[in-house]
């Protein structure tokens, strides 16, 4: 894979940094990908390689690119990171291919901004309350202090209108917390469209690249863990141990909220009247209207919904467009998910306020989940070091 190209361009009120990547060894067409912002933020679009090179480094890595090759200087810095997040993926997918060979000429460290923290805010639980306790723990004239949320179109929200909605959603809570709304339009994820790549190896390198795209103006960028120590494995897209080598002598990119469960957060976010009002946690961007973007009837609404019922706060929130929190309502949906995480940390808060219903409901769904969670983990031991023995044995047994 080649990196070339790189150019910016100004139309429509809007400033963009536009590079080339091209496929050398997939079946793949060359693809003009882009990082664009409203024109008044246009002085924080670099036009440095290192954004590109983010984003591009784990498909080709995972495609079977022999190398990914930069026309122009990349941090020295940032090259070594993207060669210990590469050995993270080969580690953790059990992959057996050669390691990507990264090609670029080493760029001088030299800081080009001045100390300033931003952070990626989509208006769920872990990015409201990463900003929350940022407010309460850093004062304001810290520069780690976050002054710019980011918001990005392209990714997960990628209808105009809806896209619309989030902002205006978003901006009470970014005038409570004082930071400024910083929407970054992008088309990144042509280079690998599959959610389930997104999920599995890809997630932390975007939001990385979107970051290194700013660096003219950020110097530090904070993404909101989505999960916390206890279930860091199987490890995910974006992980803390990957997450921290997408970093750059220029832009320090980094995994914030780990020690934290979601529970927790969902408190933080509870106790902040603003948040409370303005969370977004729907996926279902087809639902979206003016002031109303949580359907109330999807796994994530409804996990939300618990967690808030289980801290008193449910009734003092109109972000839902729906609530039923009947055990039929939610036996529909929590057994829909992989995960089990979230039901865990409920378990004990719905027994604590009398729900006992959905406090069995949540414990089910652990419980099964935890079983196929580690028959998986088993089958994939049995698979990278045992050469299927288990397997062979238990189709023996069975028969």
């Not at 984003?55 to 930069?70: D, I, M, N």
């Not at 918001?151 to 997960?156: K, N, T, V």
């Amino acid at each position: 894979m080649k990196i070339e190209g790189l150019h910016t361009t100004e139309g429509n009120g809007r400033r963009r940094v536009v590079g080339t990547i091209i496929w050398e060894d997939s079946d793949r067409p060359a693809q003009e990908t882009y990082f664009e912002t409203p024109i008044e933020f246009g002085g924080a679009l670099t036009t440095d390689y290192d954004a590109f090179a983010v984003a591009a480094v784990v498909p080709a890595f995972w495609h079977g690119e022999r190398r990914l090759a930069v026309d122009g200087p990349l941090c020295p810095t940032l090259h070594d990171g993207l060669r210990v997040a590469m050995a993270w993926l080969r580690e953790w997918r059990g992959l057996t291919r050669p390691s990507l060979s990264l090609e670029a000429r080493p760029r001088p460290g030299t800081r080009r901004a001045p100390e300033r923290a931003g952070c990626f805010l989509s208006g769920g639980i872990d990015s409201l309350s990463m900003l929350r306790r940022n407010r309460l723990h850093y004062p304001r004239s810290h520069p780690a202090s976050i002054r710019d949320g980011i918001i990005a179109y392209g990714l997960e929200v990628e209808e105009p209108e809806a896209f619309a909605h989030v902002l205006d959603n978003l901006r009470p809570v970014a005038r409570d917390a004082d930071v400024t709304l910083i929407p970054v339009y992008t088309n990144i994820r042509v280079l690998e469209p599959s959610w389930t790549l997104w999920n599995d190896v890809l997630q932390g390198a975007i939001w990385a690249a979107i970051a290194h795209a700013l660096n003219r103006r950020l110097t530090l960028v904070y993404l909101a863990s989505s999960t916390s120590i206890p279930y860091l494995d199987p490890p995910q897209g974006t992980d803390p141990r990957l997450d921290a080598n997408y970093s750059s002598e220029e832009l320090l990119f980094r995994h914030d909220g780990i020690a934290l469960s979601r529970f927790a957060k969902t408190r933080i976010v509870a106790d902040w009247p603003v948040a409370l009002t303005h969370l977004r946690v729907c996926n279902d961007v087809s639902c979206y209207r003016a002031g109303q973007l949580n359907c109330g009837r999807c796994e994530k609404c409804i996990r939300t919904q618990l967690g808030l019922l289980s801290l008193g706060a449910l009734d003092r929130t109109q972000a839902f467009q729906t609530v039923d929190l009947s055990a039929p309502a939610v036996r529909a949906v929590i057994f829909s998910v992989p995960w089990y995480a979230s039901y865990e940390q409920l378990v004990e808060p719905l027994r604590a306020i009398g729900r006992r219903d959905l406090a069995r409901l949540a414990a089910a769904q652990v419980a099964m989940r935890k079983g196929r969670h580690w028959r998986g983990r088993l089958g994939e031991v049995d698979r990278l070091y045992l050469g299927g023995a288990l397997r062979r044995v238990k189709s023996l047994l069975s028969r």
